[in-house]
């Protein structure tokens, strides 16, 4: 069948703000396509609009727009988890994917809003065939610690895009393996976002034990988290 889905065409209707049209054209291109990974929905539509993203009007910043597709993009992403987790079954019924029996917990920390991309990269561990709890925005370390603790996670994975917090992300990593290393834990700490995108020596600076920079490369890093994790 003939892909006559664009990005063209969905950036025009986020232009036009038609929210229900945006989430049921990425449903569409789902349904018309049964056989492909529902991924593709982030690699087609959500991540090149994001890496272009500028205002759609004069001003040089319209932060009221941004949330407007963030919004519209949380749905989305609502929206295609039901066909990953058909998705997944097919995968490991055709043992094209296999399960890791490894555990991440997906969190941004204090003050770190953005958690779309954290979030679409949970979906990618999730598809990997990784256990993944994602709690999201603005999550205090005391919570991320009692989480993992409790969840027996192995990883912890962390995401910021706002240069401004990589100071909090430094002593929210400290403080984690901190307690990882009282408790006698073994959970390895991930990071990602942003705000590692223009300066890599950031990684070093936040003391961190993987740095993942992109989606591209999370299928060679779970094969190396799981047999070294
Ligand atoms: C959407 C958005 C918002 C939304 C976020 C909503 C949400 N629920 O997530 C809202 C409106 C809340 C927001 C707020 C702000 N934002 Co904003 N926002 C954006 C925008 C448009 C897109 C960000 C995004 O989702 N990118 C797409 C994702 C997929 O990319 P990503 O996060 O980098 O993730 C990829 C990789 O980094 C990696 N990855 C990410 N995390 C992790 C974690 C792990 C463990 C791994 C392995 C990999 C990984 O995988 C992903 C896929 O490849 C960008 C501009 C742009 N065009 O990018 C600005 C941007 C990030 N924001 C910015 C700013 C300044 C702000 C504000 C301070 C001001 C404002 N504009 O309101 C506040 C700060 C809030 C805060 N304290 O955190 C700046 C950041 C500053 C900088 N110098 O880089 C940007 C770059 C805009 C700009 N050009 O100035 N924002």
């Not at 949380?74 to 995968?91: A, F, H, T």
Request: aromatic share 16%; hydrophobic share 40%.
């Amino acid at each position: 069948m003939e892909d006559s889905f664009s990005i063209e065409n969905f950036v025009g209707i986020l232009k036009n703000k038609k929210k229900d049209e945006a989430i049921l054209y990425c449903i569409e291109y789902l349904k018309s396509f049964p056989n492909i990974n529902p991924l593709n929905v982030y690699e087609k539509f959500i991540l090149p609009f994001l890496s272009n993203y500028q205002c759609f009007y004069e001003e040089e910043f319209c932060v009221w727009e941004e949330h407007f597709i963030s919004s519209t993009f949380n749905s989305i992403i609502g929206s295609v988890y039901p066909y990953l987790i058909s998705y997944r079954k097919v995968l490991l019924d055709k043992n094209e994917v296999t399960l890791k029996n490894k555990t991440i917990l997906f969190a941004c920390p204090s003050e770190e809003y953005h958690e779309l991309g954290i979030k679409i990269v949970s979906d990618y561990f999730y598809m990997e065939g990784f256990n993944v709890y994602y709690l999201g925005a603005n999550t205090p370390q005391e919570e991320i610690f009692r989480g993992a603790k409790i969840l027996n996670v192995d990883f912890i994975a962390l995401s910021v895009s706002n240069p401004y917090n990589i100071l909090t992300l430094k002593r929210t990593i400290k403080y984690l393996k901190r307690n990882i290393n009282e408790m006698n834990l073994n959970m390895k700490i991930i990071v990602g976002g942003g705000a590692f995108k223009n300066n890599k020596t950031l990684v070093d600076e936040v003391d961190a034990d993987f740095f993942v920079d992109d989606i591209s490369n999370i299928n060679e890093f779970s094969d190396r988290m799981f047999k070294e994790g």
